[in-house]
């Protein structure tokens, strides 16, 4: 059974930073894009950031360009979410994906870890 498994949400201030980390299991973790999603109350889950399963090709989201930073640990089955100076906007419910970059494309989510940021 394909399991994701998030850590590292918490509340913090605005300017903070947090670590996000998501452990694969039960698939073939190199094979899949992996992403993160976030998704706010009363809005839509959007993809946050994603990195290919080849060549570690990223991908962000306008609104955290130059303040998350995505990685991978093929080794450890872990897909990381370095987020830096966060901002209340950035509060939500972030999850991780098996496939990125859309919603149609995951292929398998985690359960969501919250990430408060105060002003």
């Known amino acids: 059974e394909a399991q994701l498994v998030e850590s590292g949400g918490g509340l913090v201030q605005a300017g903070d930073s947090l670590r996000l980390s998501c452990v694969g299991s039960g698939f073939d973790f190199d094979s899949y894009n992996m992403g993160w999603f976030r998704q706010a109350p009363g809005k839509e889950r959007e993809a946050v950031s994603c990195?290919?399963?080849?060549?570690?090709?990223?991908y962000y989201t306008n609104s955290v360009k130059g303040r998350f930073t995505i990685s991978r640990d093929n080794a450890n089955n872990t897909v990381y979410l370095q987020m830096n100076n966060l901002k209340p906007d950035d509060t939500a419910v972030y999850y991780c994906?098996?496939?990125?970059?859309?919603?149609?494309?995951?292929?398998?989510w985690g359960q969501g870890t919250q990430v408060t940021v105060s002003s």
């Open positions: 994906a098996a496939g990125c970059s859309v919603v149609a494309l995951v292929a398998y």
């Open positions: 990195i290919s399963a080849v060549d570690d090709i990223t």
